[in-house]
């Protein structure tokens, strides 16, 4: 058996254990819907619910293996079962360059804009 927060670190769903072990201890994990410490074993056929802002990833464990393996491995041990991510969490940011000041009016309504936000309801 394997632990979750192990398991999340060698699927490569976060990038060290101790922000895997993290994410577990603050509720954003659940295994099979409910809420687990990190240390709780996952088994083939159980499904993990990773919350993102925005977004839940849902994979179901197909191999529990505890150590950290390649991209191409990785994604042989889950099955994804989350909807695609959605569009606007993707969208690139706007960025200003360093020293320019203080955004105009002008300036921020363009950004808004990008954004998808309308400055004027």
Do not use: C
């Not at 603050?26 to 990190?38: A, F």
């Not at 802002?53 to 950290?68: F, Y």
């Not at 940011?93 to 105009?104: E, V």
């Amino acid at each position: 058996m394997t632990r979750i927060d192990v398991w999340l670190w060698s699927v490569r769903a976060y990038k060290s254990r101790s922000l895997a072990t993290d994410a577990v201890k603050g509720g954003h994990i659940r295994l099979n819907g409910d809420p687990v410490k990190p240390s709780h074993d996952v088994k083939p056929g159980d499904v993990v619910t990773i919350r993102t802002p925005g977004w839940d990833r849902v994979l179901k464990v197909v191999d529990p293996i505890s150590k950290r393996v390649g991209a191409k491995l990785a994604v042989e041990a889950y099955e994804d079962l989350s909807v695609p991510r959605p569009a606007y969490l993707s969208a690139p940011l706007a960025r200003r360059d360093r020293g320019a000041g203080r955004p105009t009016k002008k300036d921020r309504r363009q950004i808004d804009r990008l954004r998808g936000r309308d400055s004027h309801y």
